[in-house]
T-cell receptor, first 117, second 116 residues
């Protein structure tokens, strides 16, 4: 297993354009998380999936953002009508959750750096 | 709401010396996890060490150890025998156990530079 992968690694787009990022988690992991990290700050939680179900969304995730995880495998994060404030690193992480509040390590991908001009 | 604060934006240490990174947190929860993550320049974040709140014993992983003070809500990371490869941004993170979401709440980070 090669770990969590994210594509593209870098994306430059013009304000108003739509962008889509992909995350491929570790294959046996049932949990997938998206975080956003701005320069010099810690990551902030955006949303997470258990298998294909999206179970929580942060207030940071405006209506312009949508995430999917079809068939509980890879996930996509789409931002519509991008704004300059969307410029950030978007991190994906996956983990195994077996219930009863017992969590295993979250493995992070390398991130997708978005620059909105 | 839970918050995590790292009050040291930048630190430096000489190779082979010991350094301690500070973290405080605020929560009304009694059952939670605390973590230190390392983010090397242009590389992905990796877990350094993990502490479960109900365990009184401080976690240790090779050269990395923590000082967990639950009453004071303090969770510092000690790196012994610092190596050049320890140069990275370090994040303290909190996870509430009760909610079952597993989402991490991160501090602002401390940039550590290990000097030869």
């Amino acid at each position: 297993d090669t770990g969590v992968s994210q594509n593209p690694r870098h994306k430059i787009t013009k304000r108003g354009q739509n962008v889509t990022f992909r995350c491929d988690p570790i294959s046996e992991h049932n949990r997938l998380y998206w975080y956003r990290q701005t320069l010099g700050q810690g990551p902030e939680f955006l949303t997470y999936f258990q298998n294909e179900a999206q179970l929580e969304k942060s207030r940071l995730l405006s209506d312009r953002f949508s995430a999917e995880r079809p068939k509980g495998s890879f996930s996509t994060l789409e931002i519509q009508r991008t704004e300059q404030g969307d410029s950030a690193m978007y991190l994906c992480a996956s983990s195994l959750y077996l219930g009863q509040g017992i969590f295993y390590e979250q493995y992070f991908g390398p991130g997708t750096r978005l620059t909105v001009t | 709401a839970q918050t995590v604060t790292q009050s040291q934006p930048e630190m430096s240490v000489q190779e082979a010396e010991t350094v301690t990174l500070s973290c405080t947190y605020d929560t009304s929860e009694s059952n939670y996890y605390l973590f230190w993550y390392k983010q090397p320049p242009s590389r992905q974040m990796i877990l350094v060490i993990r502490q479960e709140a109900y365990k009184q014993q401080n976690a240790t992983e090779n050269r990395f150890s923590v000082n967990f003070q639950k009453a004071a809500k303090s969770f510092s990371l000690k790196i012994s025998d610092s190596q050049l490869g320890d140069t990275a941004m370090y994040f303290c993170a909190f996870m509430k156990r009760r909610s079952n979401t597993g989402k991490l709440i991160f501090g602002q980070g401390t940039t550590l530079q290990v000097k030869p």
